[in-house]
Nanobody, 113 residues
Framework: QVQLAESGGGLVQPGESLRLRCTVS????????MCWYRQAPGKQRELVAH???????NYTDSVKGRFTISRNNPWNTLFLQMNSLNPEDAAVYYC???????WGQGTQVTVAS
């Protein structure tokens, strides 16, 4: 059974940073492409960042230069470093195995002054 457990969200002020984490079980983590999505109230779920098994990354335009996706394969862990956060980044963030339909519970990111 694939399990995804996101953590690291919280409430920050604009301009501050957070590091999100996702621990993955039930798959051979190192061979799978991974991604981060987010969903704000009243909006569609949005693909934020993607990383291949070899470490190649890409990002949606709105987070380029501010967010960094990475992975630690021996720890079965996916990360999203989020810098210079703004209110438009506020959402529930989810990690996902790119090719599988499973979702975790997500972690809430709130950006407010």
């Amino acid at each position: 059974q694939v399990q995804l457990a996101e953590s690291g969200g919280g409430l920050v002020q604009p301009g501050e940073s957070l590091r999100l984490r996702c621990t993955v079980s039930g798959i051979n983590f190192k061979i799978y492409q991974m991604c981060w999505y987010r969903q704000a109230p009243g909006k569609q779920r949005e693909l934020v960042a993607h990383i291949t098994s070899s470490g190649s990354t890409n990002y949606t335009d709105s987070v380029k230069g501010r967010f960094t996706i990475s992975r630690n394969n021996p720890w079965n862990t996916l990360f999203l470093q989020m810098n210079s956060l703004n209110p438009e980044d506020a959402a529930v963030y989810y990690c996902k195995v790119m090719s599988l339909p499973h979702w975790g519970q997500g972690t809430q990111v709130t950006v407010a002054s």
